[in-house]
């Protein structure tokens, strides 16, 4: 797992990329931090790593990220820590779209392409 606050290089990704079935690297971002962990099997495991540096759960999301891919396809909102009925989030995805754009936001400032 690496935690990430500065950049990445998509090189890097697609590396890690390989490593996973389905040519994807797992991520949780902290949208609050503005950071992010990646690179293991399960969201769950990285979500520990931000929770133990200090994030809220309330912050961190879990998404996939496709190197190899472009677009829309790029990032998928999915991920078994999403589901957050007290959030109003009751599905593996991301329901809230200003919770999307964020990520968004992030993972374009922090992946150099």
Known sequence: MKFVDKTISIEELKDLSQRMFGGLV???????????VI???????????????????????????????????FI????????RPRLNNFS???EDEKIRDKIIEIVNRLIIR
């Open 26 to 36: 797992k991520v949780v971002v902290d949208i609050k931090k503005e950071t992010m």
């Open 39 to 73: 690179d293991s099997a399960m969201h769950a495991d990285e979500e520990k790593i931000l929770l133990d540096r200090g994030s809220h759960q309330d912050d961190l999301w879990g998404i996939n990220l496709y190197p190899e891919l472009t677009g829309d396809d």
């Open 76 to 83: 998928e909102f999915d991920s078994m820590i999403n589901l």
């Open 92 to 94: 593996r995805g991301i």
